[in-house]
């Protein structure tokens, strides 16, 4: 809803005010209203702003990847996973929970994933010079990219150009991703396993309560979602939960990486029940590349001990 008055009375204005407070209702979901007020305007250019810039973007490398490390129980890196920030001319940086939704919206969220991989590829020499040992990057993957008919080729293709093993590449998807396109994401990661890249399944329950997928799909491991880490020393439910996903995953053959991990604490209870490797603050924030190869590739941990 608009009063006229926050259009100074200017009926064009008006209802364009009064559809920016519509679309934000129908964002809410039904039974809701919104009244307008001024700054909607703001967030709807630079919204568009945002949208507009994506393609120009990409061309000019005005995107950046970040590296989050994986560490092992001994605290030995054993991979990272490549997360995406956008260096904006205008807006400085810009995060991707903000431009990611606005890329899928407007169907460019496969030229970003296609970004990334060809950036990780061309990282990728480095950070094994850096982490010699069995190193994999991983990559995240939306329900758009799995619904992308190409993809795979793209993947199959600049891994070859780069020269990129395969077996140090890993896709992440989040579960309710891979069920919402489950026949194309069986086919879609059937064929990346069988290329020789590793599969993880990310925010592992917390969508969904069947788990007869999991005895139909291709995957190498289960990612143990940041909510039920953080909760590990305040609440008994969450330590069940996460202890029965270290089993479920265990009994599957699975390997379990848990995510968020803040503290020496949380480290050491999800080693002590079977995590196999973690990643969090408590090792490193997403970084550059540069400030990825001047880290130290293991972690004491009498570091972190208090």
Not at 39 to 48: A, P
Not at 208 to 226: A, E, N
Request: a negative charge; hydrophobic letters at 40%; proline letters at 3%.
């Amino acid at each position: 809803r608009d009063r006229a008055s926050d259009a100074n009375f200017e009926l064009s204005d008006l209802m364009s005010n009064a559809d920016l407070a519509m679309y934000r209702s129908k964002a809410r979901g039904r039974g809701s209203y919104t009244l307008f007020t001024p700054d909607m305007v703001e967030s709807h250019k630079r919204k568009l702003q945002i949208a507009n810039g994506i393609e120009q973007g990409l061309r000019e490398d005005e995107f950046i990847v970040y590296y989050q490390v994986k560490v092992d129980n001994y605290g030995h890196v054993i991979g990272a996973e490549a997360l995406i920030r956008w260096q904006h001319p205008k807006f400085g940086l810009v995060m991707p929970n903000e431009f990611i939704p606005i890329a899928e919206q407007g169907g460019k969220i496969t030229a970003i994933t296609q970004w990334i991989i060809k950036r990780v590829c061309i990282d990728l020499p480095d950070i094994k010079h850096w982490a010699p040992q069995n190193f994999k990057v991983s990559v995240n993957l939306s329900g758009h990219d799995l619904r992308n008919a190409q993809l795979f080729d793209y993947i199959y293709n600049t891994l070859n150009v780069y020269d990129v093993n395969p077996e140090n590449m890993e896709f992440e998807v989040t579960e309710s991703a891979y069920l919402e396109n489950f026949q194309l994401s069986n086919k879609f990661f059937r064929r990346m396993s069988n290329m020789g890249c590793s599969i993880a399944l990310d925010d592992f329950g917390t969508g969904y309560s069947s788990l007869s997928y999991l005895t139909q799909i291709t995957i190498d491991t289960l990612k143990v979602d940041r909510q039920f880490v953080m909760e590990l020393q305040t609440s008994e439910r969450s330590r069940l939960v996460t202890g029965a996903i270290i089993d479920l995953a265990k009994r599957l053959s699975l390997t379990v990486c848990a995510e968020g991990i803040e503290t020496y604490e949380q480290w050491d209870y999800l080693r002590q029940h079977g995590c196999d490797n973690v990643q969090g603050f408590m090792f490193s924030k997403p970084v550059p590349l540069k400030t990825l190869l001047s880290l130290a590739p293991f972690y004491d941990e009498k570091q972190f001990k208090s």
